[in-house]
């Protein structure tokens, strides 16, 4: 509150109201002569994560959050898409944003141990133990052409494994059935999950699909930061 006036003797009826009208038209002058504030616009973008990398899509929201970005999530022509690993074609304007590790996992019941690369290149193949349920991706899921690439190198897998839909659904199977190995990211593990073999770790990707400009720039700069 402004300091008390000093004191004086009181006006006329008049007065207090001329003074009262001046005082109004005062303050509507200094109110419309005051700028109002300055939003910035908000910006929207697309995005998908492969669900292997649907924990950085986590990381991109909270970016967007901070930076007042909408993001609609699209499979179709995303502008941003997360994925692990290289794909056989890299695109121009690929960024790495982390990296994980992926593993052949087995129930923690199951009677497979570790295992050498050419123990698991058998066992997806077909030429293990019978008994062993050997779980796999759909063809050109990221992560199952990394382990395409890495262990089986040429080779098909066994007609007769059975297919995960995503990540999820091969960490739910590994974890609930004690004849399962499957492919996970480490972080997919899960309690009754242990590793059989490690396949490596690698890059998890944020690809653009044009080079990045406004609201697709901030979001990468801050997943790399992250």
């Not at 982390?98 to 295992?115: D, F, K, P, T, Y």
């Not at 349920?133 to 089986?152: A, H, K, N, R, T």
């Amino acid at each position: 509150m402004p300091p008390n006036p000093p004191y004086r003797k009181p006006y006329s009826t008049i007065h207090r109201l001329s003074s009262i009208v001046l005082f109004l038209l005062s303050s509507f002058l200094f109110v419309s002569c005051v700028s109002p504030t300055q939003t910035a616009p908000t910006q929207t973008i697309t995005a998908y994560a492969a669900s292997s990398a649907q924990p950085w899509m986590d990381e991109l929201f909270a970016c967007a959050n901070e930076r007042n970005i909408i993001v609609n999530v699209t499979a179709g022509e995303p502008e941003i898409a997360l994925r692990i690993g290289e794909p056989e074609n890299l695109p121009a304007h690929a960024y790495q944003i982390g990296e994980e590790e992926i593993l052949i996992a087995a129930n923690r019941e199951s009677a497979v141990q570790h295992l050498s690369l050419t123990e698991v290149q058998a066992l997806f193949a077909g030429q293990g133990e019978p008994s062993v349920q050997v779980w796999v991706y759909p063809s050109g899921l990221d992560i199952f052409e990394v382990f395409e690439q890495v262990v089986m190198q040429g080779r098909s897998a066994a007609s007769f494994a059975r297919v995960a839909v995503g990540v999820e659904a091969m960490s739910e199977a590994v974890n609930s059935e004690s004849d399962a190995v499957g492919i996970l990211p480490k972080r997919w593990l899960g309690e009754n999950a242990r590793e059989v073999y490690s396949l490596g770790t690698f890059p998890v990707l944020a690809i653009a699909s044009a080079e990045p400009q406004g609201a697709a720039r901030d979001l990468l700069a801050c997943l790399q930061e992250s």
